[in-house]
Every structure is written in C-alpha cells, then in structure tokens.
T-cell receptor
Framework: GQQVMQIPQYQHVQEGEDFTTYCNSSTTLSNIQWYKQRPGGHPVFLIQLVKSGEVKKQKRLTFQFGEAKKNSSLHITATQTTDVGTYFCAGRASGSARQLTFGSGTQLTVLP | DTGVSQDPRHKITKRGQNVTFRCDPISEHNRLYWYRQTLGQGPEFLTYFQNEAQLEKSRLLSDRFSAERPKGSFSTLEIQRTEQGDSAMYLC????????????????FGSGTRLTVV
C-alpha cells in the first residue's frame, strides 16, 4: 500500500532560525496537503499542492511539490514560538481522489 | 458552531466492552472520514463516507469496527469487544468532495475522542 515518510521526526531550532521538513511518497501522488497539529490539538489544514513542481507561499511558509509528484517540502523562514507543533504531509494517490495517507510528522520545537 | 464536533471527548472503557463515538461534520461537507492517531504517529485512515455511502474502508480495520452515516449527516463509529490496542485518539474529519482534484478540499478535523481501554 501507499506509504508516506517524513524526515526529520524531530527538529529543535532557536527562534529566528529556518526549518525544513521533507515528505516522500512510495507512489505518485495526485496532490499533497500539509497540516499543522499543535500540542494537544487536532490537525489543521494549511495548504494543498496539485501541480508538478508547484511552489506556494503563506507568509513565512514555503511549500514545494516535486517534479515527479512523489515528494514535497515545507520550509519555514525565521521561526517563531507560534510555529511550535507537528507538521504532517498527507498524500492522495493518483487514481484515487478520496482518502489521504498521512506521514508520521515532524515535531518542531522552537527555543526562545 | 461551524466546526466538526465529536462526542465524547474522552472515553475510558474496560476491555471487552463496546463503545460508540459520534461525529457531526460541517453541514455543507458531503465527505466524512474517520482516522485513528496514536502518540507520535500521523493519523491512520479508517473509513470514508460520501453522503450516506461508505465508499472505502481500511484493510487494516478489524471486523470489530463499524461505521455508519445513516442520513448523510452525522456519523457513528462503533468498536465492539474493545482491546487494549484500540486505545488511541479517534479523529473525524469532513470535506467538500467532487471529481475536480484541483479544487481545495482540505479536511476539517474535529477535536477527537480519546479512547482508553483498561
């Protein structure tokens, strides 16, 4: 079955440093979504990428979808304490427009 | 309230007992999903409804698990003869749905039901 892997599993950064998490799928994806889960909270939708090579920005967050549509990344510039949480990618396999398969997430800690 | 509601928030049950959880999705959303999440892991897909039809069910899902969405609105997830391995956060999510994969169909998750089997 489809597998979605994320690295790193944990990342500690000093406030103001940049952060990147990487997502790789075992199969080609029709699209990929990113979610943020704060400690004790539930996943919250951030963005969806659909096109090969697509890049989208939300303020300090930059999302990329690989050319082969099998990998993606999330980059946060100049992290803030409010960025703390676990970031999940979730891929929808080509041919299926229904369920998302979530990665195991990258837990970000920002030290003040 | 325009979010996804789940009830109860917490459930402690003895091994072997049956439990039922409820999810009220966003009213405009025709798709409803159940996921399970354990500590340090991403949400794991359980099942999916489009309106009242259950269209997908994880192959990993035991026969002890059943879900319904009788009128295409709220949904229930029942676990029969609970086991300690069923302890997890059970998340419900809803989204719009359709054939256009270019549309923004992000999931809206509820706060979850935390199940502890003792």
């Amino acid at each position: 079955g489809q597998q979605v892997m994320q690295i790193p599993q944990y990342q500690h950064v000093q406030e103001g440093e940049d952060f990147t998490t990487y997502c790789n799928s075992s199969t080609t994806l029709s699209n990929i979504q990113w979610y943020k889960q704060r400690p004790g909270g539930h996943p919250v939708f951030l963005i969806q990428l659909v096109k090969s090579g697509e890049v989208k920005k939300q303020k300090r967050l930059t999302f990329q979808f690989g050319e082969a549509k099998k990998n993606s990344s999330l980059h946060i510039t100049a992290t803030q304490t409010t960025d703390v949480g676990t970031y999940f990618c979730a891929g929808r396999a080509s041919g299926s427009a229904r369920q998302l398969t979530f990665g195991s997430g990258t837990q970000l800690t920002v030290l003040p | 309230d325009t979010g996804v509601s789940q009830d109860p928030r917490h459930k402690i049950t003895k091994r072997g007992q049956n439990v039922t959880f409820r999810c009220d999705p966003i009213s405009e959303h025709n798709r409803l999903y159940w996921y399970r999440q354990t500590l340090g892991q991403g949400p794991e897909f359980l099942t999916y409804f489009q309106n009242e039809a259950q269209l997908e069910k994880s192959r990993l899902l035991s026969d002890r698990f059943s879900a319904e969405r009788p009128k295409g609105s709220f949904s229930t997830l029942e676990i029969q003869r609970t086991e300690q391995g069923d302890s997890a956060m059970y998340l419900c999510a809803s989204s719009l749905g359709g054939g256009n994969v270019l549309a923004n169909y992000g999931y809206t998750f509820g706060s979850g039901t935390r199940l502890t089997v003792v």
